[in-house]
């Protein structure tokens, strides 16, 4: 009888993760090695910093996940390991130890799109709920898209940045304004302080045809992002950006900056879901921790007839849960690979 427990394997950016989920829902472990305080010096993620702490790492997290779950390896049905899209040197470390374990114990091996786990994660606190199809919107560092989600691992792009991942904008903006990386948590935390309606700055809606018709869907932060530097410097492009303590009104320009960029995921997210006829949002990536968009998201999804859905705050960072989750339903499907399967940074 399938116990229908995977392991999954995570290693596509800075966290080194495993975790055993059985049925796709049913969380037995979780272990994540964090790499945030080595890259924080840089201000970003490094790649080479990155892959070196995944080979010191993984063999410790796959070992403790097991540990954790109370179980052996020959007790797995599966192992579940990201092969797409990440930083390529950090991938092929999460890979060849995932091979490793499916060969030592003659596993079948998953190879599951780190996207299409990050939309899973939203929907596992439900495992009963009929979710599908919906909007997802992935929201984090690397990623600011709509989809349209038609199942497990089913995923179809309507839209997308032009320029920054909400993100990569949080993190430039925090360090304009002297937070510490990463940005989002940093902006959140100073946002406490500050009143969100104090300065009206920019928000992108993407402009209809020149013949007229539907606007069309996406998003855009680089002008936001210019917009608070030269809130911060004034008009002089060439001005050096002041201390942070000589920054006027910081939590309010940390307020004001959140604001706009949560009210373009949420307008952006309701007009997808309109559109397309779906009374379903499903949020995911590191951004859904996010308390205002939370609030804000559910409170205008409410008043249009509509539902939004987030993972737990554990499960929106990279993770290796929404991996093994993924695993499974891609596993009953038949989605396997050989040991000859090869990552993608893309």
Same mark, same amino acid.
């Given at each position: 009888? +399938?116990?229908?427990?995977?392991?999954?394997?995570?290693?596509?950016?800075?966290?080194?993760?495993?975790?055993?989920?059985?049925?796709?829902?049913?969380?037995?472990? +979780?272990?994540?090695?964090?790499?945030?305080?080595?890259? *924080?010096?840089?201000?970003?993620?490094?790649? @080479?910093?990155?892959?070196?702490?995944?080979?010191?790492?993984?063999?410790?997290?796959?070992?403790?996940?097991?540990?954790?779950? =109370?179980?052996?390896?020959?007790?797995?049905?599966?192992?579940a390991v990201t092969t797409r899209p990440g930083l390529i040197g950090s991938l092929l470390v999460g890979l060849s130890a995932a091979k490793a374990v499916?060969?030592?114990?003659?596993?079948?091996?998953?190879?599951?799109?780190?996207?299409?786990?990050?939309?899973?994660?939203?929907?596992?606190?439900?495992?009963?709920?009929?979710?599908?199809?919906?909007?997802?919107?992935?929201?984090?560092?690397?990623?600011?898209?709509?989809?349209?989600?038609?199942?497990?691992?089913?995923?179809?792009?309507?839209?997308?940045?032009?320029?920054?991942?909400?993100?990569?904008?949080?993190?430039?903006?925090?360090?304009?304004?002297?937070?510490?990386?990463?940005?989002?948590?940093?902006? %959140?935390?100073?946002?406490? @302080?500050?009143?969100?309606?104090?300065?009206?700055?920019?928000?992108?809606?993407?402009?209809?045809?020149?013949?007229?018709?539907?606007?069309?869907l996406g998003f855009s932060f680089s002008g936001l992002k210019t917009a608070i530097l030269y809130h911060i410097r004034g008009q002089d492009a060439l %001005?050096?950006?002041?201390?942070?303590?000589?920054?006027?009104?910081?939590?309010?320009?940390?307020?004001?900056?959140?604001?706009?960029?949560?009210?373009?995921?949420?307008?952006?997210?309701?007009?997808?879901?309109?559109?397309?006829?779906?009374?379903?949002?499903?949020?995911?990536? =590191?951004?859904?921790?996010?308390?205002?968009?939370?609030?804000?998201?559910?409170? *205008? *999804?409410?008043?249009?007839?509509? +539902?939004?859905?987030?993972? %737990?705050? %554990?499960?929106?960072?990279?993770?290796?849960?929404?991996?093994?989750?993924?695993?499974?339903?891609?596993?009953?499907?038949?989605?396997?690979?050989?040991?000859?399967?090869?990552?993608?940074?893309?």
């Open positions: 009888m +399938s116990s229908g427990l995977v392991l999954g394997i995570e290693s596509s950016c800075d966290e080194t993760a495993a975790a055993v989920v059985a049925h796709g829902h049913d969380v037995r472990s +979780s272990v994540v090695h964090s790499q945030i305080a080595m890259h *924080a010096a840089f201000g970003g993620v490094v790649p @080479e910093l990155a892959g070196r702490s995944h080979v010191r790492e993984t063999h410790r997290v796959i070992a403790q996940a097991i540990d954790e779950a =109370g179980i052996t390896p020959n007790e797995l049905d599966a192992v499916a060969l030592r114990h003659d596993l079948p091996l998953v190879p599951v799109h780190h996207i299409e786990a990050h939309v899973w994660a939203a929907t596992m606190e439900q495992p009963h709920a009929q979710l599908f199809p919906a909007i997802a919107l992935v929201v984090s560092g690397g990623h600011t898209d709509l989809y349209r989600a038609t199942g497990p691992g089913e995923l179809e792009r309507i839209a997308t940045t032009l320029d920054d991942a909400a993100g990569e904008a949080f993190d430039k903006v925090a360090w304009m304004l002297g937070l510490a990386y990463p940005g989002g948590p940093s902006i %959140a935390r100073e946002a406490e @302080e500050g009143d969100p309606a104090a300065f009206r700055f920019p928000r992108y809606r993407p402009k209809p045809p020149a013949g007229g018709g539907t606007r069309p %001005a050096a950006t002041p201390a942070p303590e000589d920054i006027p009104r910081r939590p309010d320009v940390a307020a004001s900056f959140q604001e706009a960029v949560v009210d373009a995921l949420v307008v952006q997210a309701i007009a997808a879901a309109e559109e397309a006829g779906l009374e379903r949002i499903l949020v995911a990536g =590191g951004v859904a921790c996010n308390t205002r968009l939370r609030e804000k998201l559910h409170a *205008a *999804a409410a008043e249009k007839g509509l +539902s939004a859905h987030f993972p %737990a705050p %554990a499960f929106c960072t990279d993770n290796a849960v929404m991996i093994a989750g993924l695993g499974y339903p891609l596993l009953e499907r038949g989605a396997t690979a050989g040991l000859g399967v090869d990552a993608s940074p893309r």
